[in-house]
């Protein structure tokens, strides 16, 4: 069964103090692993797709990576501006984590 | 800028009535979803739909239906809400190609009395 599970479930930072949000992930043949990022009352933002294990992408203060098992999520001297819950998804998005709940605080 | 569109943003009704939930994109996009989100849960693909006249049921067993008539619009409806719907929901659409990212609209907050 296609399963996608991240952890922690919520994570608060002091400003700067950087850390990773981790995605696994069990598929039959993965075609896509992706982040979202989604602030409170609005809908998910893409932030990246990965394809291969070994492929990393960033953007900004934000790098994801990818193996065979699972993703990472790395947030790089966090600004509160970082806080939002952000999700993983395989399967073109018809499977998602439940979110790691991010909280910067200055 | 938000090219998909979802509304009413907030929804309350009471037990029983039938409802539509209005979403519109105009990115053009052959695919389209709807999700079911929880408070710390995970999104719930209801439906989605490949194009004109497609529709498939999601993971979430549900009692709402879809149609896709044109491109653009994919409307989802609660035949006799009920409290156990009450829930955010989110629509999204993506290019049919595989791998596509969803673009998401903000949601509506359907609270059933």
């Known amino acids: 069964e296609d399963q996608v599970t991240q952890s922690p479930e919520a994570l608060r930072l002091q400003e700067g103090e950087s850390s990773s949000l981790n995605c696994s992930y069990t598929?039959?043949?993965?075609?896509?692993l992706f982040w979202y990022r989604q602030d409170p009352g609005k809908g998910p933002e893409f932030l990246f797709t990965l394809y291969s294990a070994g492929e990393e992408k960033e953007k900004e203060r934000l790098k994801a990576t990818l193996t065979k098992k699972e993703s990472f999520l790395h947030i790089t001297a966090p600004k509160p501006e970082d806080s939002a819950t952000y999700l993983c998804?395989?399967?073109?998005?018809?499977?998602f984590g439940a979110g790691t709940t991010v909280t910067v605080r200055a | 800028e938000a090219d998909i569109y979802q509304t009413p943003r907030y929804l309350v009704i009471g037990t029983g009535k039938k409802i539509t939930l209005e979403c519109s994109q105009t990115m053009g996009h052959d695919k389209m979803y709807w999700y079911q989100q929880d408070p710390g849960m995970e999104l719930h693909l209801i439906h989605y739909?490949?194009?004109?006249?497609?529709?498939e049921k999601g993971d979430l067993s549900s009692e709402s239906t879809v149609s896709r008539i044109r491109t653009e619009h994919f409307p989802l409806t609660l035949e006799s809400a009920r409290p156990s719907h009450t829930s955010q929901y989110l629509c999204?659409?993506?290019?049919?190609?595989?791998?596509?990212?969803?673009?998401f609209g903000n949601g509506t907050r359907l609270t059933v009395t």
């Open positions: 998804a395989v399967l073109a998005g018809l499977s």
């Open positions: 598929v039959s043949g993965l075609r896509g």
């Open positions: 999204a659409s993506s290019e049919l190609r595989n791998n596509s990212p969803l673009h």
């Open positions: 739909s490949y194009g004109v006249n497609s529709t």
